[in-house]
């Protein structure tokens, strides 16, 4: 009889384990670290900003990728890493998005006005701070699974739109620190179809369709996970 073909969780903890077996052996667990440092802060947003980038001129496409905003997603990825252990809470999640916004025209702290995403109205700004709680509580309820929570919070964090801008970049690095801290690998959304993959994910789980965005993330993951395998592996 046939083994059943495993699920993506099932998959996803399998290359886990091998990625954790590989990092004690292979002579690459430094470049696999850098890999993923580089193609968080430089290749992923390049990728996922291109429907945005469309209607803009040459010379605000350059300021769309201004320096400060490539430097502060290395800070961000530098800090998540070195906090392995930091608890979440909107206190981190606000000091993440402060880096994030570091020497630019993004202004600090909750936003004061109505905010729309993904064509839906967000949140009103009364409303961010309990937002940001049921969020966080969420995120630390042990009664749910860890990608369960991860993927959640993701979606949460975009939906709740806290921020005048940067939410969508917040909430990447936010589940990618909980998922640091359990013991996964972050994800990195460097496919050239995520640029459109991503945002159609994240409008099927606002319409209430979970398993669509769900597969995506879990699929994402998997990409990632095997770009790791693969450069751990060579020699």
């Known amino acids: 009889m046939k083994n059943k073909a495993l699920t993506n969780k099932q998959r996803i903890d399998k290359n886990r384990k091998t990625i954790d077996a590989l990092m004690h052996f292979s002579m690459k667990n430094i470049e696999s670290i850098n890999m993923l440092r580089h193609e968080i802060t430089s290749v ?9 980038l469309k209607g803009l001129s040459p010379k605000n496409r ?3 990728f201004q320096w400060a905003n490539l430097k502060n997603l290395g ?35 909750f936003r004061v006005s109505m905010a ?46 806290p921020y005048n801008d940067l939410n969508k970049r917040l909430a990447r690095f936010v589940m990618n620190w909980f998922l640091i801290q359990h013991g996964y690998r972050p994800i990195i959304f460097n496919k050239k179809t995520d640029s459109v993959e991503y945002t159609s994910a994240l409008r099927k ?31």
């Open 44 to 52: 992923e947003p390049m990728i996922l900003a291109q429907p945005q």
């Open 62 to 64: 350059r300021c769309f």
């Open 75 to 109: 800070t961000a990825y530098d800090y998540i890493l070195e906090h392995k252990k930091t608890p979440i809470d909107w206190f981190e999640i606000n000091a993440l998005h402060t880096m994030l916004a570091q020497d630019t025209d993004v202004l600090p702290g």
């Open 116 to 161: 729309k995403v993904l064509d839906e109205f967000a949140p009103s700004a009364e409303q961010i701070y309990y937002k940001i709680e049921q969020i966080t509580y969420h995120l630390n309820d042990k009664t749910y699974p860890v990608l369960t929570r991860a993927f959640d919070t993701h979606f949460d964090i975009i939906m709740t739109q």
């Open 205 to 235: 789980r606002a319409k209430g369709d979970h398993r669509a965005y769900t597969e995506y993330m879990e699929q994402s993951m998997l990409h990632t996970q095997n770009q790791i395998i693969n450069l751990l592996k060579t020699r």
